[in-house]
């Protein structure tokens, strides 16, 4: 067994910063080679060897930084050593000047306990642009300055897809192929991927689920001969680049919350899938960020909530909800979780995702259980609920969510503790999930953006869901 220290004694420079496996089969390496290796050679997921831990004074000195300041300092903690401050300060300025809103990611007070997080002001009116703007820049630029050829290939139960192609389509030394589950995202997000004519754009619609599009490519990549071959990058949330961009919104909402006097711990409730987002936010409490609870929101696809509930982590029945985005039934971040939860115990990781791969289930003892419900809750909203939240806040607030974003507020609803004050996190548009909002009787006008891509011509290849499908488009796109 091997454990190791997970927070050196305050923020910052004497790290010496490395990134492991989950699963301790990959000696410490550099954050490049950590974003491109993407999924850890030996099958596990990438983490910081160790995490750091904020003072007061930096938290508070950190305050009154403007989006992109603050992103500045805090992925300097786990990237200079690679990245030059003045080349990151360049690739963080040009990746938030792309998003419409001057704050990035503004804070809506809803009620003085309940706080919305818009972090769909980027290109493609998702949250994933917040670290995908990013990531295609840092593709980029490690592109020009190692002359490492990358090949991205990703899975997508919507949104990933089209942020992910926004931030790389056209760029010189990337190509960038997405899987998508055929007939299962919204048609906004459909038309989004495939309407992009870009030569180094490959869209894959997959007979199946996100689940079988997301098992192909973590499939694929831990082919480590094929992986190398075609040069495979990652750019969904495997890729720790992802998880730690988004961390910087969890300060940055903290912040808007102390600018109008709340001191104290707030909770953060967040529609989730992959685990990728709300990892994130764990990541920030790890670092000192005074986080409550992180109140996980499931919709009917609900292996996380069952999880909280009973310490079994099992695949249910796939469920087809009015927020596709979040249908998903192995969630990719679980394992860097397992690997905190059991405080870098390697060893134990990698049996238990060993056993999770023979069994199809995991479960913890009550004692790990007891952990994880000190720093998460968990509800699963259906799809019902869903759309009653959506009618009720138009209603009540005049706001309109997207069905994601009403998951986490449902949940945050059921969570009504008193004094306590949850920012919950709005994950998209409403424009992209317009066929389920108007169930519920509410129309919308589409950002232009939006409106734009009805009628345009769509590029797009269907496939079955076995992976030698993938893999002759993939060595005929990429090869
Ligand atoms: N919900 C995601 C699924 C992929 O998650 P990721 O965070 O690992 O990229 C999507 O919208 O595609």
Redesign the pocket.
């Known amino acids: 067994m091997r454990r190791r220290p997970l927070h050196t004694q305050c923020c910052d420079k004497e790290i010496d910063m490395k990134y492991i496996s989950t699963r301790g089969g990959v000696a410490p390496i550099g954050f490049t080679d950590a974003i491109l290796m993407g999924l850890a050679d030996d099958g596990g997921l990438l983490v910081p060897e160790q995490l750091p831990r904020l003072s007061d004074d930096a938290l508070k000195a950190w305050r009154s930084l403007s989006y992109p300041e603050l992103a500045l300092e805090l992925l300097a903690l786990f990237m200079e050593e690679d990245i030059p401050r003045d080349e990151l300060k360049r690739l963080v300025d040009s990746s938030y000047a792309t998003f419409r809103d001057p704050h990035v990611t503004p804070v809506v007070k809803l009620r003085d306990d309940l706080h919305v997080l818009e972090l769909f002001h980027g290109p493609t009116f ?1 949250f ?1 642009d917040v670290a995908l703007q990013f990531l295609g820049n840092l593709y980029a630029y490690v592109s020009r300055k190692t002359g490492s050829v990358i090949h991205i290939l ?8 089209a ?2 192609i926004e931030g790389v389509r056209g760029k010189e030394g990337i190509k960038i192929c997405i899987l ?1 589950p055929h007939g299962k ?1 919204s048609r906004v ?1 459909e038309l989004q991927m495939t309407t992009v004519q870009d030569d180094n754009v490959l869209n894959l619609a997959v007979e199946g689920t ?1 689940d079988d599009c ?1 098992r192909i490519i973590k499939e694929l990549f831990a082919d480590v001969p094929f992986k190398r071959q075609y040069h495979l990058r990652a ?4 890729n720790i680049a ?1 998880i730690l961009a988004q961390t910087v919104y969890y300060f940055y909402a903290y912040f808007r919350l102390a600018e109008q006097g709340h001191a104290g711990p707030v909770n953060f409730s967040v529609p989730t ?2 685990f ?2 709300i990892f994130a936010g764990y990541i920030a409490k790890r670092m000192g960020l005074p986080v409550g609870k992180l109140v996980l929101a499931t919709n009917e696809n609900d292996i996380l909530a069952r999880f909280v509930a009973s310490g079994v982590y099992q695949p249910g029945e796939f469920r087809g909800t009015y927020s ?3 249908d ?1 039934q192995v969630a ?2 679980f394992e860097r979780y397992l690997y905190y939860l059991y405080d870098g115990d390697t060893g134990t990781v990698a049996a238990l995702m060993e056993r999770f791969k023979s069994e199809g289930r995991i479960e913890v003892p009550q004692d790990m259980l007891r952990r994880v419900r000190e720093d998460f809750a968990a509800y699963s909203v259906s799809n019902e609920e869903c759309l009653d939240t959506i009618a009720r806040y138009y209603e009540s607030y005049g706001y309109l969510l997207d069905p994601h974003t009403a998951c986490g507020v449902a949940a945050a609803d059921k969570r009504s503790d008193e004094g306590e004050v949850t920012v919950s996190l709005s994950t998209a548009h409403p424009a992209k999930f317009d066929e389920a909002i108007r169930l519920r009787n509410i129309s919308q006008v589409y950002p232009e953006p939006i409106q734009t891509l009805f009628g345009k011509p769509r590029r797009v290849t269907v496939v079955g869901n076995a992976n030698d499908q993938v893999k002759e488009q993939l060595e005929a796109f990429f090869g």
């Open positions: 998702a994933k990703g899975a997508t139960s919507g949104d990933t897809g942020s992910a998508h995202v997000q996100f997301q750019i969904n949330s495997i992802r899938g992959n990728g987002d596709p985005s979040m998903i990719s971040n």
